[in-house]
Nanobody
Framework: QVQLVESGGGLVQAGASLRLSCAAS????????MGWFRQAPGKERDFVAA????????YTASSVEGRFTISRDNAKNTMYLQMDNLKPEDTALYYC????????????????????WGQGTQVTVSS
């Protein structure tokens, strides 16, 4: 059974940092693009960041650019989201996702391009 499990969320004050992890099990995702999305209460799920299968190409949403960094360790079958200088507007449920397509030269920013999803980890930033 394929699973993506997020961890690392929590309650922090504005300006703090958190590092989210997404651990995959059931299969390897070293050949697959992966990404992070988030959903704030009462809002739609939004794209946050994406990474190519090899980890050498990434893309982050303008709302988090310069503060959030996506990375992956294929040897550990794990993806990360380093979040610095957190703001109250970053409060959301954060999801990791993986595409089923392999060895693609690009990453994905749309939800429909991802086939596997985690259950989410809550990040709450107080002012």
């Amino acid at each position: 059974q394929v699973q993506l499990v997020e961890s690392g969320g929590g309650l922090v004050q504005a300006g703090a940092s958190l590092r989210l992890s997404c651990a995959a099990s059931g299969r390897t995702f070293s050949a697959n693009a992966m990404g992070w999305f988030r959903q704030a209460p009462g809002k739609e799920r939004d794209f946050v960041a994406a990474i190519r299968f090899s980890g050498d190409s990434t893309y982050t949403a303008s709302s988090v650019e310069g503060r959030f960094t996506i990375s992956r360790d294929n040897a550990k079958n794990t993806m990360y989201l380093q979040m610095d200088n957190l703001k109250p507007e970053d409060t959301a449920l954060y999801y990791c996702a993986a595409s089923s397509a392999t060895w693609r030269t690009y990453y994905y920013t749309a939800e429909y391009e991802y086939d596997y999803w985690g259950q989410g980890t809550q990040v709450t930033v107080s002012s």
